[in-house]
């Protein structure tokens, strides 16, 4: 009857994103739905795999961020507890402008990530003359 599809559909409803690994097992499951299982099974390995790479892809974010961040943080903190001629102030505001330039164009290169993996980015093809 039904028994095996009805224990299958719910080994897979229990699935979590904290499940991904657990594939469900095709022992005891009829041949006419191992194919399903496989194939179920295989797209939980590109899910888990993904979640996986999107884990480890913000952690980076959050680290590389997290520098520039800082290094902005003390440089104003300093500023402001500190007496300063107009030179070395500048100085302070040159430095942090470094730095916002350097997280404008981080956000930029992950904003390019994100458009080329959602295939959003558009090629230009131009022919050229390499004569």
Same mark, same amino acid.
């Given at each position: 009857? =039904?028994?095996? =599809? ?13 499940? $991904? ?9 009829p041949?006419? =739905?191992?194919e $399903? ?9 590109? =899910? ?8 480890? %892809? ?5 680290? &590389?961020?997290?520098?520039? *961040? ?9 500023? $402001? ?5 107009? *030179? ?8 942090n $402008?470094? &730095? ?6 981080? *956000?930029?290169?992950?904003? %390019? ?19």
């Open positions: 009857g =039904l028994s095996p =599809l009805n224990e299958v559909s719910t080994m897979m409803a229990n699935i979590s994103a904290q499940r $991904l690994d657990m594939p469900i097992p095709t022992s005891g499951v041949q006419e =739905l191992k $399903l299982v496989s194939s179920f099974n295989t797209m939980l390995a590109r =899910l888990d795999d993904s979640f996986r790479r999107l884990s480890e %892809f913000s952690s980076d974010i959050a680290h &590389e961020l997290r520098t520039p *961040i800082q290094n902005l943080m003390v440089q104003t903190e300093v500023t $402001l507890t500190g007496e300063y001629n107009a *030179i070395e102030y500048r100085t302070n505001l040159q430095s $402008l470094e &730095e916002f330039g350097r997280l404008s164009r981080m *956000i930029s290169d992950m904003l %390019f990530l994100a458009k080329a993996d959602n295939r959003l980015l558009v090629l230009r093809r131009e022919s050229i003359d390499l004569h």
